[in-house]
């Protein structure tokens, strides 16, 4: 298949064009940061389906999301993901024995606990007789974890399932190099002092390096920053564009967490240290500020800076996902229906990070909605350039035509509708977690704003893709 890039810079009018639609759109911050209006009371169908169940989250909550190497650097990730449990438990008061089966995401894993669900649901207080396991889908997992219990509960497996995800970046497992780990493994089989000898004289100082662990892509050994950089080059998206979304997004998420709608933040007191009761990846600043920061992949002409890129991120969430019918019994007043989702996936090359521009018209179509229908858009925001080269691509006619096989475009999300609370780039994205974070960000916005859908999107290392319709429960 023709690349995108090899395409688009031979066809630069082409991309001219988008970059013109798109600059129509407005991105200054101080427009979008007028409070949105709230969505008008509309006579939508509900999504329910005949014969099945209607699946609902009770609740969700997540520990503050902080970046790495800060007040979470000392401990393991089961630690993060009990305190998650803990809080979803605090916050729901539902009886542990009453949960079905426990599920969690991760993508970098603890060796010492490589099925951290079970470990965490341990620590938690949860019964040993309750199963649980550990998924891993890349910045999907927890995306994963929620679709996987929405299955248990559909097939009458399950009534209640707790879903979250969990990463801890301040502590990734390094290696010892290949070398190295074979002679210490052949050095543990040998019996005599000779072979000892004999493997400690095939010694080498180079078999110390060891192998320290890269965000990059096995099929292409492309890391995801330098394979965004060459995306937003593909799709012309200027590095002032990517600048003013990413103060957009600090900005929202600094005006949404002084103003108490980070309602699923529960604080974490952590031991030997103070109590965490908040994000502390905000940070606000100026375009001036931001104009200043060198590329941080493609040297010297990149876009990517670390401005404009979600950072490494430690942090945890869970989710309480019952059949209504159970929720209603139990006296619970769900948030929000969990309906139609889908999974995709596209050349990890080129279109790595375009998971929401192949997964939003699906998963609309699957539920029988268009983008007009949606009130609350809640995306992942690993890059502004991925954000903007996705507006970008849902926007074209000719993308969707040659690459996705479509007649038409599916249309850009409007931006009044869009991650309005911040999103991945000031919240922080622990790669195992965010998936809950994006789910309960759009139930709690339709709760708020009044809206009756919102459309969660995210897309993830491998070239994958998720997208999930939440309805608003009744009030």
């Not at 493994?185 to 000779?194: I, R, Y």
């Amino acid at each position: 298949m023709t690349s995108i890039l090899t395409y688009t810079f031979k066809n630069l009018p082409n991309t001219s064009k988008w970059a013109l639609q798109f600059s129509l759109r407005p991105l200054s911050c101080s427009s979008q940061l007028r409070a949105a209006p709230a969505a008008q009371t509309k006579s939508k169908k509900t999504l329910a389906k005949p014969n099945m169940r209607n699946i609902v989250v009770v609740d969700g909550v997540r520990i503050p999301f902080l970046q790495s190497g800060t007040s979470y650097k000392d401990l393991m990730p089961h630690d993060l993901a009990r305190a998650a449990l803990s809080g979803l438990l605090h916050r729901t008061n539902v009886p542990k024995d009453v949960v079905d089966y426990i599920i969690f995401g991760t993508v970098i894993q603890e060796v010492k606990t490589s099925n951290v669900a079970r470990e965490a649901a341990l620590g938690a207080g949860f019964s040993d007789k309750t199963p649980a396991h550990t998924v891993t889908m890349a910045c999907i997992s927890a995306n994963q974890a929620m679709t996987t219990g929405i299955g248990l509960i559909a097939s009458g497996q399950s009534d209640v399932i707790v879903a979250g995800g969990v990463e801890l970046m301040s502590d990734v497992p390094i290696r010892h190099s290949r070398k190295m780990r074979k002679m210490m493994l052949e050095l543990n089989k040998a019996k005599t002092l000779g072979q000892r000898l004999s493997l400690f004289s095939k010694f080498r100082l180079n078999f110390l390096a060891p192998e320290l662990p890269a965000v990059a892509e096995f099929s292409t050994s492309e890391t995801m920053g330098h394979s965004a950089d060459r995306l937003a080059a593909a799709f012309a998206v200027s590095r002032q564009d990517q600048d003013e979304y990413a103060l957009r997004s600090h900005s929202l998420a600094k005006k949404a967490q002084d103003e108490g709608l980070l309602s699923d933040v529960v604080p974490f007191k952590v031991p030997g240290k103070d109590t965490v009761t908040k994000d502390n990846g905000i940070r606000p600043s100026s375009l001036e500020q931001m104009a200043k920061l060198k590329p941080a992949f493609i040297k010297p002409y990149g876009t990517v800076t670390a401005a404009n890129s979600s950072f490494l991120t430690d942090g945890a969430s869970a989710m309480l996902i019952m059949a209504e019918e159970k929720a209603l019994a139990m006296g619970y007043k769900p948030k929000a229906y969990l309906r139609d989702f889908v999974y995709v996936s596209q050349d990890p090359k080129d279109q790595l990070l375009l998971g929401p521009t192949y997964a939003t018209p699906k998963v609309l179509e699957k539920a029988g909605l268009t983008m007009n229908d949606i009130d609350a858009f809640e995306f992942h925001e690993a890059f502004s350039g991925q954000i903007l080269a996705n507006f970008k691509a849902m926007d074209s006619d000719w993308f969707a035509q040659n690459y996705m096989g479509r007649k038409t475009k599916v249309g850009s999300p409007p931006l009044e509708k869009f991650n309005n609370w911040g999103g991945s780039l000031s919240l922080g994205h622990p790669f195992g977690a965010t998936g809950c974070r994006l789910v309960m960000a759009a139930a709690n916005r339709l709760r708020k704003e009044g809206g009756q859908y919102g459309l969660v999107a995210a897309c993830a290392a491998g070239g994958q893709g998720h997208a999930m319709i939440v309805e608003a429960y009744p009030k």
